[in-house]
């Protein structure tokens, strides 16, 4: 079988594309992902000014979360971290936790994905094209039988738990 | 990371325009059967993306250039953190509740083996696949779960080329069928929205958002409660799902893989004689 370069993400590139392990590059880069979230929020979410706040909370939420993520002694996804500290910043015993969680409504939640499925779509590579056109329909029949066994296996024990 | 490339003008300015354009189509809802589809701008967002994929149609070039293309993988990592913070926010205020539905959450981590049940049996049975079904139907198939494929048998063998199969598929179509079917069982009224929610925490960032994103749409009501479970799902998902995937699913699929291929049978009767 044909299996060729295309398959291969080695662990190197994994290590590279590890968000806290060039925080710099990160903190730029993140800033232009953040005015595009801003921006796509206009429509659903709320006017630049009033969900500017908000944006700035987000953005040192997640630089905090890669900071922990840079120095912690055991490695977790960069992702958890964020969630950690965002999850920690608005508990409620936490100062200030009231105004973090107002300034959070102005920015919609859907609309902060809009862009990243925009960019999702413009950054397949070639590669993941001919993987696709190579693997065929068996594999596209399976991967939604994957996606629908876990989901509603998932469902199904938190149904009967509840 | 190329910065040069990270950094292009038009790339940006094309998502904005992108993402104005699918807030503004807004949510379309389509009735199906007995359920409703809910459609949502981040899928259009996807399709225009896709659209302008220089890799796709060669004239995109003019836009985007193909180099730029091939680097932007980085930012769909960092564009997926704000939302993950935002997601997180949920969470904190909506932590009494949470922890009243802990041994719910916790347990849900095992339906994931579902995916066995359903899909394992299909590939093996029906669409009489080798052992390229291990790799593809023991997890839902997210970078933590390569890393243990391409630990155990490497990316090159039959199962690592099913799991790359289901990774490419998932990060081309994962997020809109989250979103998809989620948004209709939860219009078919079988399951408490909180499980679907739940259920929602399994996939990859982009997943997860779409998946709860289409049940909050759907129970307008019930919003805030059900993006704080699917965050909490989700980062249980995180700490705990790889060693389920590890420790419970594989050596699961490797079993029934077993016992159901025709080829591994007639291995195993060879061995004994």
Not at chain 2, 64 to 88: D, M, R, Y
Not at chain 2, 124 to 134: D, F, N, Q
Not at chain 2, 237 to 249: E, K, N
């Amino acid at each position: 079988m044909k299996t060729s370069d295309t398959v291969t993400i080695d662990n190197e590139q994994l290590q590279e594309l590890r968000p806290e392990n060039q925080l710099g590059k990160t903190a730029l880069l993140l800033a232009v992902v953040c005015v595009a979230a801003w921006i796509a929020n206009i429509v659903n979410g709320a006017p630049l000014l009033q969900a500017l706040p908000g944006m700035i909370v987000l953005y040192a939420m997640v630089m905090l979360g890669l900071g922990i993520g840079r120095v912690a002694p055991f490695y977790l996804p960069s992702v958890a971290w964020v969630s950690l500290v965002s999850i920690l910043m608005t508990l409620p015993f936490f100062p200030g936790n009231g105004w973090i969680v107002e300034q959070l409504t102005h920015v919609n939640f859907l609309a902060v994905v809009t862009p990243v499925l925009a960019y999702a779509g413009l950054a397949l590579t070639g590669r993941e094209f001919t993987m696709f056109r190579q693997t065929g329909w068996k594999l596209v029949i399976v991967s939604l039988l994957v996606f629908t066994g876990t989901f509603v296996g998932s469902a199904v024990v938190a149904h009967l738990m509840l | 990371m190329d910065l040069k490339l990270l950094l292009n003008w038009r790339l940006h300015l094309t998502v904005i325009l992108a993402s104005l354009l699918a807030e503004w189509i807004g949510i379309l809802r389509i009735p199906m059967g007995p359920g409703t589809l809910l459609l949502l701008p981040l899928f259009y967002a996807f399709i225009i993306g896709v659209l302008l994929n220089p890799h796709l149609f060669s004239g995109m070039n003019r836009i985007i250039p193909k180099s730029v293309s091939n680097a932007a993988g980085p930012l769909i990592l960092i564009a997926i953190l704000p939302f993950i913070a935002k997601f997180g926010s949920t969470i904190g205020p909506a932590i009494e509740q949470i922890i009243a539905a802990g041994p719910a959450l916790i347990l849900q981590e095992l339906g994931n083996l579902g995916t066995m049940l359903l899909a394992l049996p299909f590939a093996v049975l029906v669409l009489r696949m080798g052992r390229e079904t291990i790799g593809a139907t023991y997890s839902i198939a997210r970078e933590p779960n390569i890393a243990i494929i391409s630990d155990k048998y490497g990316l090159r063998s039959p199962e690592g080329i099913g799991i790359m199969g289901v990774y490419v598929v998932g990060t081309m179509f994962g997020t809109l069928y989250f979103a998809l079917m989620a948004g209709y069982l939860a219009s078919l009224d079988i399951f408490d929205v909180r499980a679907l929610a739940m259920a929602c925490g399994v996939g990859s960032g982009s997943m997860v958002a779409a998946c709860s994103g289409a049940l909050a749409e759907a129970m307008p009501g019930m919003r805030d409660e059900l993006l704080a479970f699917s965050g909490a799902s989700n980062l249980l998902t995180y700490a705990t799902g790889l060693y389920v995937s590890l420790f419970i699913a594989l050596p699961a699929a490797e079993w029934l893989y077993k016992r159901l291929s025709p080829t591994a049978l007639q291995e195993a009767r060879n061995e004994n004689l």
